[in-house]
């Protein structure tokens, strides 16, 4: 089965740039989208299809999936960006019968 | 608006079968290209998706999960119920069920809406 690899931690200071990455193999081939889940909250999708933003989601939020990794970046991170982010792909066998929704270990971000 | 909740046990004893049911609001299960998937967060670890189910009934499970899952939904009532067996203290966690995105008229596998979870611990 396909298997994601995020770093397990990522610090930053305010107003600085956090990049998050997320590692599958041929992970380029897929269509990678990222969650934020905050302390007691359900996850929130803040980019989808490598790198569109959901209505709401500040451009401070880009994705990009040129290859192995693909990578969430936060500029100009803020006190309210702390907290823990998920990437996840569709996966399909070849014939198309057996779909899984794949979501990597997660990424606890600490701003300092 | 699309909201989802997710409702069922708060506890349920070990070999058990739990049962949770999803009702959600906003868009209907018998439109082209939706569907609503099942994911879990043990405390403190990753999000893993469980189970999903499409506007046509198609099914799909996690692979090392298949066995005991079994997803199905109730347009009508706009409601979609994840059934697990053999419940085990491994099994607790929290449970949240999620819409699958639609954008511009296209569909998406990942999840925009989240229900708020429903925590369920597993303990004889």
Redesign the interface.
């Known amino acids: 089965s396909y298997v994601l690899t995020q770093p397990p931690s990522v610090s930053v200071a305010p107003a600085q740039t956090a990049t998050i990455t997320c590692g599958g193999n041929n992970i380029e081939d897929k269509s990678v989208h990222w969650y934020q889940q905050k302390p007691g909250q359900a996850p929130a999708l803040v980019v989808y299809d490598d790198n569109d933003r959901p209505s709401g989601i500040p451009d401070r939020f880009t994705g990009s999936n040129f290859g192995n990794p693909a990578t969430l970046t936060i500029s100009r991170v803020e006190a309210g960006d702390e907290g823990d982010y998920y990437c996840q792909v569709w996966d399909t066998s070849s014939d198309r019968r057996n779909e899984h929704w794949v979501f990597g270990g997660g990424t606890r971000l600490t701003v300092l | 608006q699309i909201t989802l909740k997710e409702s069922g046990p708060t506890l349920v004893k070990p070999t058990q079968t739990l049962t949770l049911t999803c009702t959600f609001s906003g868009f209907s299960l018998s439109t082209s290209g939706v569907g609503v998937?099942w994911?879990r967060q043990p405390p403190g670890k990753?999000?893993?998706?469980l189970a999903?189910i499409y506007w046509d009934d198609d099914k799909?499970y996690?692979?090392s999960l298949k066995s005991r899952l079994t997803i199905t939904k109730d347009t009508s009532k706009n409601q979609v119920v994840l059934k697990m067996t053999k419940m085990d203290p491994v099994d607790t966690a929290t449970y949240?069920c999620a819409h699958r995105?639609w954008?511009s008229g296209q569909s998406?596998?990942?999840?925009?809406v989240?229900?708020?979870?429903t925590r369920v611990t597993v303990s004889s």
């Not at chain 2, 990753?46 to 998706?49: D, G, K, T, V």
């Not at chain 2, 989240?114 to 979870?117: A, F, H, P, T």
Request: a negative charge; proline letters at 5%; aromatic letters at 22%.
């Open positions: 998937g994911i990753a999000l893993e998706w999903f799909h996690i692979p949240y995105l954008v998406i596998n990942a999840f925009d989240w229900g708020q979870g």
